[in-house]
């Protein structure tokens, strides 16, 4: 979040922020105040709604539209069976292609009696029988991206089935509704971002009166990845639901190509999700899918890395495979208390990058107790050798600061460890669990500053530039000059010094605390400068080779728009 880098300019004078557009003014102050209302609704919300990232089954990325009631059920009993329920997973969903294409006499919507011959309601109480929650899916346009029927507005306008459904699905049992975004009827493109918000709120105002509570999923970003509107629509879900899928599907499972590789789309999933950590908080989850791992298109190693990834990003995990199929080592990594405890953890925080090369990410995500999860992820295809000194991850307190570290696969203890080290093979990633010594102190907002560059997903360097301390963009490559600490009054420091916005331009300064060199992140990723009140800007796109300079801030702009340390 951008807790420490917002405080210094806590009561920013609006006169000072004149040159800016007001939508970056509005959202400049949005991120001011955003810890404050984080703070009121997660409260509000912790005592009900998915305090902690929801978990649980959906049938989508394993078998699509072909399946019935006993396909779900027999799921929902292997939950049970193998005991991945009681580790949490504990709500099962069925996602779109349940319902008829039409409704009937009376507007309702009608379970296909194909595939649900008892209708839906038996379903949901074998389902709570079994000691778990139920989910289903709807769509807030007019059809299912499958073509049935829909809660939205129908096309060119007219009644929508918010409120209707809801009653519906609450008098099923249902206790989660995944909304997605196909078909929503816009007046005119430029009426799309407000077509969407309308009906997302429509739906959880329904919820709302349906008079139980219900864990709302929201699709509607998804729909304008790689958008500018995308950072629009990503600040208002939360004032919605609960959870929200931002981006593109994890890849399915087919039986026809059974054995296709799918680890690339775990890789581009994480690569959209980790910068996206100040939208999130407890109570409100960005959601990169469901977990896939153990499935086919996965190996062990694969698997691994999705749990913990996952895991370090405080997602939802919602596995979308056929559990009888499982083998024991997927079961025992899906089911690994100690991962799940990482992703379950009570501050939901979002990993740091802290450092990212040509095939290895370093990530840290602090929990709660003074504890802290590191990950290394190794996408590359030879083994790799990694050696982590407390330092590297922010602390203090020299050869003094050791740390006691649980690895989380092996679950093997060591104390007093001057460094972590692990061999990771291909496509692997550890993970530990681990407590600093007294003398290490609280981590410095140490790591990477990234900008995301778009959709094409050659590898995560490719998607991710970072910026170096010579006050450029440049590839990824884990360099000294791509390390930097937010400071909690407002600076970005490097080991070069402080980054200023001087004439126009940012340089590298002797960090001095002065204007020039406070910043405020923006909860649309902007760094305003608060001295000359511009926006970090990198060239005229997202590519390296380009000049840096101080600009306007412009709307949603890809090139001034920026992930820091968490
Ligand atoms: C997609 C959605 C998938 C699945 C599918 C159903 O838009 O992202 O998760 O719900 O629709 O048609």
């Known amino acids: 979040m951008h807790r420490g880098i917002s405080t210094l300019v806590r009561r920013p004078s609006l006169a000072g922020f004149r040159s800016l557009r007001l939508a970056a003014l509005l959202a400049a102050l949005a991120a001011l105040m955003a810890p404050y209302a984080r703070a009121a609704t997660a409260a509000s919300k912790t005592q009900r709604l998915a305090a ?16 019935t009631g006993e396909t779900i059920l027999n799921n929902a009993r292997m939950l049970v069976k193998t005991g991945l329920a009681a580790r949490g997973y ?169 054995g296709k590789p799918r680890f690339k789309s775990v890789l581009w999933n994480y690569a959209y999700n980790l910068p996206l950590g100040r939208f999130q908080s407890p109570g409100n989850w960005n959601d990169p899918d469901f977990i896939i791992g153990g499935d086919s298109g996965l190996s062990l190693a694969e698997s691994r890395s999705q749990m913990a990834l996952w895991s370090m990003m405080s997602a939802p995990l919602i596995l979308s495979s056929d559990i009888e199929r499982l083998n024991p080592e997927a079961i025992e990594i899906l089911g690994n208390r100690a991962v799940i405890a990482v992703d379950q953890d009570p501050l939901g925080r979002m990993a740091t990058l802290v450092r990212r090369t040509a095939t290895v990410d370093l990530l840290l995500k602090p929990l709660k107790g003074a504890e802290y999860a590191v990950a290394v992820l190794n996408h590359g295809e030879s083994p790799a050798h990694v050696r982590l000194e407390p330092a590297e991850l922010g602390f203090a ?31 692997d990633t550890a993970i530990w669990r681990i407590r600093p010594s007294a003398a290490c102190g609280k981590p410095a907002r140490t790591g990477t500053i990234v900008m995301t560059a778009g959709r094409s997903l050659e590898s995560l360097p490719g998607y991710t530039r970072c910026l170096a301390s010579s006050a450029e963009l440049e590839e990824c490559a884990g360099g000294p000059q791509e390390r930097w600490t937010v400071t909690a009054g407002g600076g970005l420091r490097s080991a070069a010094g402080c980054l200023a916005a001087v004439g126009g331009k940012p ?20 760094l305003v400068n608060a001295g000359d009140k511009e926006c970090l800007t990198n060239g005229t796109a997202v590519e390296t080779g380009q000049p840096l300079s101080m600009q306007s801030c412009g709307h949603n702009q890809a090139n001034q728009i920026w992930s820091l340390p968490n």
């Open 52 to 67: 902690v990232p929801p978990m649980g089954w959906n049938d989508w990325a394993h078998y699509q539209c072909g399946f």
């Open 90 to 258: 504990n709500t099962v969903t069925i996602d779109d292609c349940w319902m008829l294409k039409t409704r009937d006499a009376q507007g309702n919507l009608q379970a296909d009696p194909g595939r649900f011959p008892q209708g839906m309601k038996p379903l949901a109480d074998a389902i709570h029988r079994l000691g778990l929650k139920f989910g289903i899916y709807e769509d807030a346009g007019s059809e299912t991206c499958g073509e049935f029927a829909g809660s939205g507005q129908p096309q060119g306008g007219g009644k929508d089935h918010f409120l209707q459904d809801a009653r519906l699905f609450a008098s099923w049992g249902v206790d989660y509704l995944k909304l997605d975004g196909c078909n929503v009827y816009a007046r005119t493109p430029e009426g799309k971002v407000e077509a969407y918000r309308k009906a997302y709120a429509a739906q959880s105002e329904a919820l709302k009166s349906a008079g139980k509570p219900i864990v709302f999923s929201e699709s509607a970003p998804a729909y304008f990845q790689d958008t500018p509107a995308w950072y629009d629509v990503l600040a208002w879900v939360r004032q919605y639901g609960q959870l929200w899928r931002e981006g593109t599907d994890m890849a399915n499972y087919h039986a026809k190509s059974a």
């Open 397 to 427: 307190g020299g050869a003094r600061c050791t740390v006691d570290a649980q690895d989380l696969w092996s679950g093997a203890h060591a104390t007093s460890l001057a460094a972590l080290q692990a061999d990771v093979a291909s496509h």
């Open 507 to 526: 340089v590298l300064q002797k960090c001095n605390g002065g204007a020039a060199q406070k910043w405020c992140y923006t909860l649309s990723g902007n």
